[in-house]
């Protein structure tokens, strides 16, 4: 007996011969879990979605729901068979029927059982009052984003699928709805998996993060652990929150950086002292101190609102991010030097 | 793992390809027949002059109806004049003369002794006006008849490009300092040239299939020659032989119109973001101007028919009294309802089927068994004939069983087959182009929201496409009004349609007769345009 809600045993999605994802292995161990799915475009995070949906056959591997096997080499369950929704990420309303009759379409699925969320709440929540009378040609392509989402939502699916869910919606509206999706899915323990390219909103999102890089699911972990500890350089340059640096094992705790000097923290992996490693700096890890004899080029400054990000040039010409909080008086401007506290004591350190 | 992806939709849209492919199949197949004497005398004698001729014919025609079609879509796109918004529409109703309707006025108005000589005698007095009035038969007669029949197709697919022409691209060339000649020239022409050569292909292939303009005027083609093969010189393997020739022809035109319609995104279509171009207006010479070649385009190809087989009608009423009116206007909706009503509803399963299975083979033949359009009626009768006696022959007599000859040739059955085969395309066509906008996606949500292949095709497609449906079945209806030589070979004996009746009449040189059935051919014929044109003139 399967333990698990969803079990991804070793299987190739494939949407075409250059578009595949190897040998995925993944779990959702209870019903309600959201997890999200992260990568670059076109990598296959689509096809995954739509493979799972039943809309593409698997080549080889299992894919079980509940206990019950959906799709393998031998069988195939047709997607209207499945109880799972898909809701896509182009406009996929029918063109012919207004907003509210796209949802009651939804509700339509499973009417008998108890449903998640009414069409009213769904409406409600996603801001559609507006637009309910309105065909999909009269709105905004937020809005027919946001109304296939209610579609899905009512449809009352034992495993809901979120293909790029928000990519449309205005910023102001995204944080809004990013907190009421994720009340309104853990509330009704609606199993989720979200495909985006987005990694703050996978972090918010989704207990466990999957990221997918050429063709193989890379780590799929919890989302503290995807950004500190990421299992790859591959992670790393994709998450794009830090730089390696070359570095020499010193001690069981330390480590000398040409460009840095010492650095003192708890290794997560062992390395004999005198490896030659690259080390991780995300933009945390360093403090601001202009009384430093640390001093680095700013080659550029983000303002983020609740924070800076100063980008820094080493004598080797490495850039480095740092992160310093948006009220500190710390307004250095391109070219300045930028004092670096020392030491620098780095609270898990993640070589390669 | 083949046969598991086969379902019934897969195998309806197979057959329902095969069926419209197996006349251009046994032209293909016919092609090493062996062929009688006749085969030889034609090589030697008339065989480059059917080629000549149809040569002539066409590049006349593809020049004319340019010239014709892109002027008329041009002036009423980009300017205002008197009477623009009557034109734009009015200009589509030269769809319901068909070139040999337009042949029979055009012989009737300029003979010796026609119309022409009757109002100048009203006018001026008895003399002989005859050699005065400039003769419109032969070759030009029949150029100028199909000219004005077919130049609505340049016509419309002209204006819909230039309807859709955003006004940036205008303003792109004011400010690039470009002249309004040169604009035109360097512009607005090239953005619609998949357009004008999609209509202009379309051209092309009906002139290669007219029989009954051509005909009339005595003018050999390979359309006639084919008929001539077949009917004179009962040669049916010669008869296959031309037509695998003129099949040859056509396809390469059919190609060469496939190809420039793939790339039909020349064109900027208006969505939101792009400005909506605004028409000029012409100061009041060249507003006339204008306006004159419009009004010009119309008369000649609508109201000068319309107006000869009026004028005959009324003058001869004893034909129009011999007429089974009824009769005829019940042959001839039986044949539009039956035909549209198999047609769409074979097109729908055909098209959906294609798109479940989105299969590269099924897919090839489709495009292969609706290049049927493109295949003149005569050549299509020709086949199915040939088609229906070699299966009679071999698989019936091998089962022992009673001929069934009898079932499809001169029967409404063989004839509305034969209507499925030619109009395929234009049904399919027009289904598939609505499908298109409806995109998988659509499809796929309503899979995921339990709904199963045929209650998607009937809840969800089905009401989507009920606007194209009506809009294809009033197309169907307006070329099965208008059609002739597969009427005229596949029709059951004394079967007569107001086309059928027309020819007849025509052919014994009873002109003033086939005026009438003529005259009620082009009025229901625009009543389905005039219904349609809002529609024609979009999309």
Redesign the interface.
């Known amino acids: 007996m399967i333990k698990n809600f969803l079990e991804i045993d070793n299987v190739t999605f494939a949407a075409s011969a250059k578009n595949k994802v190897n040998n995925v292995s993944l779990r959702i161990e209870n019903k309600g879990d959201i997890i999200c799915l992260l990568g670059p475009s076109g990598i296959g995070k689509t096809t995954i979605l739509r493979t799972i949906a039943g809309l593409e056959k698997v080549q080889s591997g299992k894919i079980t729901l509940n206990n019950r096997v959906l799709s393998s080499k031998d069988k195939h369950v047709e997607p209207e068979n499945r109880n799972i929704s898909l809701a896509f990420q182009d406009n996929s309303l029918f063109p012919h029927y207004n907003v509210i009759q796209n949802i009651e379409f939804g509700a339509e699925r499973n009417k008998s059982k108890k449903k998640n969320l009414t069409i009213n709440e769904a409406v409600n929540f996603l801001h559609l009052k507006n637009v309910v009378n309105k065909f999909p040609h009269q709105i905004s392509s937020g809005e027919a984003q946001r109304a296939s989402l209610a579609r899905s939502l009512v449809s009352n699916p034992d495993l809901l699928l979120l293909d790029e869910p928000l990519s449309n919606i205005d910023q102001n509206f995204k944080e809004e709805i990013q907190v009421k999706l994720k009340k309104v899915l853990t509330e009704h323990k609606i199993t989720t998996i979200i495909v985006t390219h987005d990694s703050y909103e996978a972090f918010y999102l989704g207990s466990k993060c999957g990221i997918i890089l050429n063709g193989q699911l890379k780590q799929y972990d919890d989302p503290y652990n995807v950004y500190h500890f990421p299992n790859s350089i591959e992670v790393v340059n994709f998450l794009n929150r830090g730089t390696l640096i070359p570095a020499k094992v010193t001690g069981e705790n330390s480590l000398e950086s040409n460009d840095l000097g010492t650095i003192k923290g708890n290794f997560i992996k062992h390395y004999p002292k005198g490896s030659d490693v690259k080390l991780l700096i995300q933009p945390e890890d360093l403090e601001h101190d202009d009384g430093s004899n640390l001093k680095l080029e700013v080659v550029d400054r983000q303002f983020r609102g609740t924070n800076f990000i100063y980008t820094l040039k080493t004598s080797s010409n490495l850039l480095i991010p740092v992160f310093v909080h948006s009220h500190h008086i710390h307004q250095h401007e391109v070219d300045e030097k930028f004092g670096i506290k020392r030491p620098i004591n780095i609270d898990h350190i993640v070589c390669f | 793992m083949f046969l598991k992806k086969i379902n019934i939709w897969h195998i309806s849209s197979f057959i329902i390809s095969l069926i419209v492919a197996v006349p251009i199949l046994t032209v293909f197949a016919s092609f090493f027949d062996p062929t009688g004497n006749y085969s030889a005398i034609l090589k030697n004698t008339f065989l480059y002059e059917y080629i000549y001729n149809s040569l002539v014919l066409l590049i006349g025609v593809l020049i004319l109806t340019f010239f014709i079609g892109v002027t008329c879509a041009y002036l009423v796109s980009f300017y205002n004049f008197p009477g623009v918004s009557f034109f734009r529409w009015a200009l589509i109703l030269s769809f319901a003369v068909p070139a040999y309707i337009y042949a029979y006025s055009l012989t009737a108005f300029f003979e010796n002794y026609g119309t022409a000589f009757s109002i100048l005698k009203n006018l001026f007095g008895e003399i002989n006006y005859n050699p005065y009035i400039p003769k419109f038969d032969g070759m030009l007669g029949a150029i100028l008849s199909i000219s004005f029949s077919l130049f609505g197709y340049v016509y419309v697919l002209t204006r819909v490009s230039f309807h859709y022409q955003s006004q940036n691209l205008i303003e792109l060339g004011k400010n690039l300092g470009f002249s309004k000649k040169k604009s035109f020239f360097k512009i607005i022409l090239p953005s619609a040239r998949p357009a004008i050569v999609a209509g202009l292909s379309l051209v092309a292939m009906e002139t290669l299939s007219d029989f009954g303009s051509v005909s009339f005027f005595g003018i050999s083609t390979l359309t006639t020659g084919i008929y001539n093969a077949w009917i004179s010189f009962d040669d049916l393997a010669l008869a296959n032989r031309l037509s695998f020739y003129l099949l040859i022809f056509i396809l390469s035109l059919f190609i060469l119109e496939n190809y420039s319609r793939k790339k039909a995104q020349y064109h900027t279509l208006i969505k939101s973001g792009i400005k909506k171009r605004n028409s000029i207006d012409l100061n009041s010479k060249k507003a006339f101007l204008a306006f004159l070649f419009c009004a010009t385009v119309f008369f000649i190809s609508f109201l000068f028919p319309v107006l000869q087989m009026l004028y005959w009608t009324i003058n001869f009423p004893k034909h129009l009294a011999d007429l089974d009116l009824i009769k005829l206007l019940s042959n001839t909706m039986l044949l539009v309802f039956l035909s549209s009503f198999v047609l769409i509803s074979l097109s729908f399963i055909s098209n959906y089927g294609n798109r479940l299975a989105r299969s590269k083979f099924l897919n090839i033949l489709t495009t292969f068994s609706v290049s049927g359009y493109a295949i003149p009626g005569i050549i299509l009768a020709v086949a199915f004939i040939t088609f229906i006696s070699w299966f009679d022959n071999t698989v019936i007599n091998f089962f022992g069983i009673k001929t069934i000859k009898s079932i499809f040739i001169g029967s409404i059955l063989g004839l509305i087959l034969v209507y499925f085969i030619r109009f395929y395309s234009l049904a399919s066509n027009g289904i598939k182009s609505s499908y298109l ?3 998988y ?2 499809d ?9 292949k045929f209650k998607t095709f009937t809840n ?1 497609h089905i ?2 496409l009920k606007n194209s449906m009506l809009l294809v079945g009033v197309l169907i209806a307006i070329e099965i009004i208008k059609e002739l030589p597969i009427t005229l070979i596949m029709r059951p004996f004394n079967f007569e349609t107001f086309a059928t009746t027309a020819y007849i009449f025509a052919s014994q040189d009873l002109l003033e007769a086939a005026a009438a059935p003529s005259l009620f051919l082009i009025i229901i014929a625009s009543f389905f345009i005039l219904i349609t044109s809002r529609y024609i003139l979009r999309d």
């Open positions: 906008k409806i995109s996606s659509i796929e949500s309503a899979y995921l929201l339990g709904y199963s969800i009401p989507f």
